[in-house]
């Protein structure tokens, strides 16, 4: 039987399964291949900056204010770049770190955030 690791770092119970809206925030296979500290600063920044819990930037949930703060850390992720200048996190490891999503819900992600700054930019400047 795997266990199941919340955001603190605590064990699930046997009996919290996805079916009663856990999801993982730690993957079993965390132990083989660790979380950047980085990616756990920019996820808590993130739920800090849009007034949500941490964990929801993982999880499934699809409302507006999920989503919103799940797309600005898709941005701010792919936004790292490594000495070589280069990003930091291909689009499927982003989507393996915020709750194992497919690198092109990642890409469009992204873009829908790129598309929320732009809106923003033109409202301050008009």
Request: aromatic letters at 10%; hydrophobic letters at 40%.
């Amino acid at each position: 039987m795997s266990v199941i690791f919340t955001v603190d770092g605590e064990a699930l119970p046997p009996y919290a399964t996805r079916r009663q809206g856990f999801k993982p925030y730690v993957p079993v296979r965390e132990r083989h291949f660790p979380t950047p500290p980085i990616v756990r600063v920019i996820i808590e920044q993130v739920a800090y900056d849009h007034g949500v819990k941490p964990v929801l930037i993982t999880s499934p949930a699809t409302w507006r204010e999920a989503s919103r703060a799940r797309f600005d850390a898709m941005y701010r992720l792919r936004s790292l770049v490594g000495p070589d200048g280069k990003p930091r996190f291909s689009l499927p490891h982003i989507g393996w770190l915020l709750g194992g999503r497919d690198h092109s819900t990642v890409k469009n992600g992204i873009s829908r955030w790129e598309k929320h700054l732009a809106a923003k930019r033109e409202v301050e400047a008009a």
